[in-house]
Each structure stands twice: as C-alpha cells, then as structure tokens.
T-cell receptor
Framework: DTAVSQTPKYLVTQMGNDKSIKCEQN?????MYWYKQDSKKFLKIMFS???????INETVPNRFSPKSPDKAHLNLHINSLELGDSAVYFC???????????FGSGTRLTVV | GQQLNQSPQSMFIQEGEDVSMNCTSS?????WLWYKQEPGEGPVLLIA?????ELTSNGRLTAQFGITRKDSFLNISASIPSDVGIYFC?????????????FGSGTKLNVKP
C-alpha cells in the first residue's frame, strides 16, 4: 500500500545503454514529478506532468524522455546513458491546490 | 536555476540540544516547505508555510516564514537520535508556475546519544 512506488530501487548499467524507471502513485494525485538528486544531495526538478500533460520541462538532455500513460503513472526513459547520469532519481506526486509533494523512495542509478 | 542557500551544511549535536537551520534567497517566495530525508528514502514533508511572518509547529519542530519573504527558519527542540537526517527547505517563487518548487542544498543533522 505504498503511496508513491518506484522501480527498480537500484539500477547499475553500462554507458551507452538505454534504461527505464517506473513510478506509480495510488493517492489520486493529479500531478507527478521527476527529481534528480546528485552526490551532494542537491534536488533538482526535471519534469512534471498534470493529468498526463507535460507542464514542466527543465533544461534536461533530450536523452531523458518522460511518459505518462495515465495520471497515476509517470515513467522515465533514458537513452545512451552517460557517467554523469549517475544519481538518485525521485518520483513525486501532489494534488493540485495542495503544496506538499509525496516522494517515492528513489531509484539509485549507477552508470559504469 | 533558482538558488536557495541553506545553512549550516551539516551539524553535529548532542542529544537534548536545540537546533536551528535556515534557508535564504535573493528572490521572494510565496510558499516555504521543510522536508526531512532519511538514508535510502525520499524526503518527507514536515511543515508548510504560506504567509510572511507565519510561525508553525509540528511537535518539537517549529518553522517560520521570514517577514521579507526571502527566508525561512526551522528549529528543532530537545533533539533525539531519530532526528538524524538531511533537512531540506523548498520554496515556490512569487508569480512562478504553481507546480514548481526549488530545493535548498540540505542541512545534514547528526545527533550523538
């Protein structure tokens, strides 16, 4: 009954590979996000979807492509992985009009 | 991106001590949030602030929305070992996209029993 669940929790892969991270929320929220947390713990927003529509797209390489099949899911696909993509990726959701995000427990991506 | 300066970067304190940390920016914010992140987990919302001067408590935690709207403070009283974690401030800029929050760089809190 986890509110925001991400899979996988850990992902180790080689440079150049393509990988996906999945996120699902069962809170009935209408807005979902992807954040990247680097080694210094800095959290930076990447994307946001509201009811399956992309509303925030920060300066992220176009190797990163989010997909929202429905408002409960937001997946992140990364092409041609690079060493600098290594980080913890957090999915989050919130209900419009409510400021607090609910975060998932993160996916630690290591590119070797 | 927007800069939120959070200080101190880290703190080592004795159990029972009070803790203060703050977050500042050169821009005006509409909303301030404070989160706590424990190892291997995502951040969890502690307190949300919506008005300049607002003071809000959540148990031993108290946060304030600065009068200038450019800063916020978090205090923890009588710290205990389970307070260990990284505390993040997050703010929404005045007039910005309603859905977008910027995060500070975090304050890592260590509590010695």
């Amino acid at each position: 009954d986890t509110a925001v669940s991400q899979t996988p929790k850990y992902l180790v892969t080689q440079m150049g590979n393509d990988k996906s991270i999945k996120c699902e929320q069962n809170l009935g929220h209408d807005t979902m996000y992807w954040y990247k947390q680097d080694s210094k713990k800095f959290l930076k927003i990447m994307f946001s979807y509201n009811n399956k529509e992309l509303i925030i797209n920060e300066t992220v390489p176009n190797r990163f492509s989010p997909k929202s099949p429905d408002k409960a899911h937001l997946n992140l696909h990364i092409n041609s992985l690079e060493l600098g993509d290594s980080a913890v990726y957090f999915c989050a959701s919130r209900l419009q009009g409510n400021d607090g995000y609910t975060f998932g427990s993160g996916t630690r991506l290591t590119v070797v | 991106g927007q800069q939120l300066n959070q200080s101190p970067q880290s703190m080592f304190i004795q159990e029972g001590e009070d803790v203060s940390m703050n977050c500042t920016s050169s821009s005006i914010f509409n909303t301030w949030l404070w989160y706590k992140q424990e190892p291997g987990e995502g951040p969890v919302l502690l307190i949300a602030l919506y008005k300049a001067g607002e003071l809000t408590s959540n148990g031993r935690l108290t946060a304030q929305f600065g009068i200038t709207r450019k800063d916020s403070f978090l205090n923890i009283s009588a710290s205990i070992p389970s307070d260990v974690g990284i505390y993040f401030c997050a703010g929404q800029l005045r007039g910005s996209n309603f859905n977008k929050f910027y995060f500070g760089s975090g304050t890592k809190l260590n509590v010695k029993p």
